[in-house]
């Protein structure tokens, strides 16, 4: 219990010992630091004060965000002013604001300064003031001001003035700490909403895989937040999608850029099997909505294991490097611009595609955060210092070996200046015909099933029947509704599939036999062509590099040009080769 | 497939009519690089042509190829719409010189 509290009120102000003082002080500490209502800590600051100098009413201003006004944030006694509103440079309050000084006005009927207009609307008397401002260091915070004195004269004494001077400088420094802390709250809450972003921005990239699954990735943000991203995904015929990107800019605005580019190619990624032609519908929609001046540079690729071909596309990113199991090194420059650019494209309704197989080599995809990352001596890293950590880690795994790049950047003793991503494509196993061909075959059986057959045909191996067959597929694929472009694509096709037949798997030999049969469902038109003569090595059929004019083996690269599926199933009977060929129709 | 082949001032104009495809390029392989083999530049009129596969236009890239060797020109001329598309698929309408009519590929050799 406070000693002074049953003394007299009158006579208590001047028998204050220093220990009642210190205990009012750190009483209203206490109740600025543990309530979160600020408003409240300050009425009861005001409350204390002012009974404990025995004042008829006090009140306390706060200067504005502005600094030109003053607000009554807590008033008692006397007559109800909060609210109240004085511009910093008037009235007696706005002159102690202004001077950084205490005053005593004994009789404020004559001072100049004096604010009338409350006495005047409520009858209330003022007769004298004690004003102290509340500051902390140089910053003005306010003041704190009390009316009449409890006593006969009404007066206030030098010794009322010093106490509320010192209750002033604490309230002001327990003020600024409340604020302090609130604004330290209202950090921690943007910089908890920031880890969401990231952590929402952390989900949109797969999961990493065991080290024998051909894709691994790894995305270190410079920032909280990053701007680049990688991912991969597989197709339910066994191929896997993947890209990676980077946008421009940091921060914010790009990480919802990089969501919206990622989840784009994840949906479309999934019915769209051509990577130019998925990136280019990806660059419409960005260009569309996208933010001036805000683009995307990104490669994204399908690979079939089966096989071993990797077909991708570069729309303005850096370039992709293929390293050939003798360490041969490939680079795939973007021969587009980025996305979210223009719209018009030279190639019309797709981004150029590039393919390759990629046997028993390795296919690394980056951001320029890696080969401008910082080395331990200062410079940065490059495609070559690149090259040679990858080189010098070919025995290890993929994740083994982006890990070794990272590691590199991150030990410069520097912050990392930009988002870092690394993705790689590898088989080191090499293609996987067998296994692969018997689950894809369960997926497309399901699915033929639900396909209605349209019409049969079996002829023997000889090329004067080709033409027969055109027109036999031209009148199937108009019976189905299908456009004249469709149709015209799905001749060239069956027709480029007839001709290796009969001249490879065949050798030319006029007595083979060939089944061709062709169904549709509501949004494909499938062929499925089979023969009887020994099986294929898939690994071995590789389109022709179109680089190269040597005339002949042209026919594979048309048929997975026109076609939106190419696969190979293992026919029923268990011997030759059994060829699906899917189109859109709708 | 028909062929017809007849000499101008430039050089030969060599016209097909129906399908060039695995049966019948064999026959168009030939009788392109005869042309090309007397030493004169070849107009290659396609008007005619219903369907051309990759075999019809490897004959044409061989033609092309010897044409360019022997110093002369093979360029091709009234490309249909599914004659162009094969070309466009194999990135060769880039590399040949397509001209709209045999006059003005007549101009183009010459």
Do not use: W
Not at chain 1, 202 to 214: E, N
Not at chain 1, 218 to 234: H, K, L, M, Q, W
Not at chain 1, 300 to 324: K, M, Y
């Amino acid at each position: 219990m406070t000693p002074n509290m049953t003394l007299d009120p009158a006579t208590k102000a001047h028998d204050v010992s220093a220990f009642d003082h210190l205990e009012l002080l750190s009483e209203m500490g206490r109740d600025f630091t543990s309530s979160q209502d600020m408003a409240a800590s300050l009425v009861k600051a005001v409350t204390h004060i002012t009974e404990y100098v025995q004042a008829d009413g006090g009140a306390l201003f706060l200067l504005d965000e502005s600094g030109e006004n003053l607000i009554c944030e807590a008033c008692v006694g006397a007559t109800e002013i909060t609210g109240l509103t004085v511009p910093s440079d008037q009235g007696i309050v706005g002159r102690s604001v202004q001077n950084h000084s205490a005053e005593i006005i004994r009789d404020v009927q004559n001072d100049q300064n004096f604010y009338n207009k409350v006495d005047q609307e409520t009858g209330f008397t003022t007769r004298s003031i004690i004003c102290a401002p509340l500051r902390v260091k140089d910053e003005r915070i306010g003041a704190l001001e009390l009316i009449n004195k409890r006593s006969e004269d009404g007066l206030f004494s030098d010794e009322d003035l010093r106490l509320l001077e010192a209750m002033s400088a604490s309230a002001g420094l327990a003020i600024h700490n409340a604020r302090q802390a609130e604004a330290l709250v209202e950090q921690e809450v943007l910089a908890r909403e920031l880890e969401l972003a990231a952590e929402i921005q952390r989900s949109l990239l797969p999961d990493a895989r065991d080290d024998d699954f051909p894709v691994h990735g790894v995305n270190i943000p410079a920032r909280t937040v990053s701007g680049d991203f990688y991912d991969y995904f597989e197709l339910e015929d066994g191929r896997i999608c993947f890209n990676l990107g980077d946008v421009s800019g940091k921060g914010m605005n790009a990480a919802l850029l990089m969501a919206k580019t990622a989840s784009l190619f994840r949906c479309l990624g999934k019915t769209i099997h051509q990577p130019g032609r998925l990136m280019a519908l990806i660059n419409d929609e960005i260009c569309e909505t996208s933010t001036r001046g805000m683009f995307v540079t990104m490669i994204g690729g399908i690979f079939d294991p089966r096989s071993g071909i990797v077909r991708i596309a570069n729309a303005g990113h850096e370039p992709a490097l293929f390293f050939d199991h003798d360490g041969a090194c490939t680079p795939f420059e973007a021969e587009a611009p980025p996305l979210g650019i223009t719209t018009f494209l030279a190639d019309g309704d797709r981004y150029p595609e590039n393919e390759f197989n990629i046997g028993k080599g390795s296919f690394y995809i980056f951001t320029d955060g890696v080969t401008e990352g910082y080395l331990e001596d200062g410079s940065e890293l490059q495609v070559e210092g690149l090259t040679k950590i990858l080189m010098d880690g070919r025995d290890k795994s993929a994740a083994a070996r982006l890990n070794d790049v990272v590691d590199v950047i991150q030990s410069s003793g520097k912050p990392i200046r930009d988002d870092t991503t690394l993705l790689c494509l590898e088989q080191k196993s090499g293609p996987l015909v067998t296994e692969s061909v018997e689950i894809t075959q369960k997926i497309t059986v399901a699915n033929v099933d639900q396909a209605i057959e349209i019409i049969s045909l079996e002829i023997p191996s000889q090329p004067d029947r080709l033409k027969l067959v055109r027109n036999f597929v031209t009148q199937a694929a108009g019976f189905c509704d299908c456009s004249d472009d469709v149709t015209q694509d799905v001749v060239i096709a069956v027709d480029e599939a007839l001709q290796n037949i009969i001249r490879h798997a065949y050798g030319n030999r006029p007595d083979g036999e060939i089944k061709l049969k062709l169904c549709r469902t509501n949004v494909n038109f499938i062929v499925l062509i089979q023969d009887f003569a020994d099986t294929i090595d898939v690994t071995k059929i590789k389109p022709r590099d179109l680089n190269d004019l040597r005339p002949g083996g042209l026919g594979t690269h048309f048929i997975r040009e026109v076609m939106d599926e190419v696969s190979f199933l293992t026919p029923p009977e268990g011997r030759g080769n059994l060829l699906k060929l899917v189109k859109r129709i709708a | 497939m028909k062929h017809e082949v007849r000499e101008e001032v430039g050089g030969f104009v060599v016209a097909f009519e129906g399908d060039v495809d695995l049966q019948t390029s064999p026959d168009a392989r030939k009788v392109l690089l005869e042309c090309v083999g007397r030493g004169k530049s070849v107009v290659v009129d396609l008007s005619g042509i219903g369907y051309i596969d990759s075999s019809g236009v490897a004959s044409l890239v061989e033609s092309f190829q010897t044409a360019r060797k022997g110093g002369q020109n093979l360029v091709l001329a009234s490309v249909s719409d599914g004659a162009l598309r094969v070309l466009k698929l194999a990135r060769l309408n880039k590399v040949f010189t397509i001209c709209d009519s045999v006059e003005d590929g007549l101009a183009a050799i010459g």
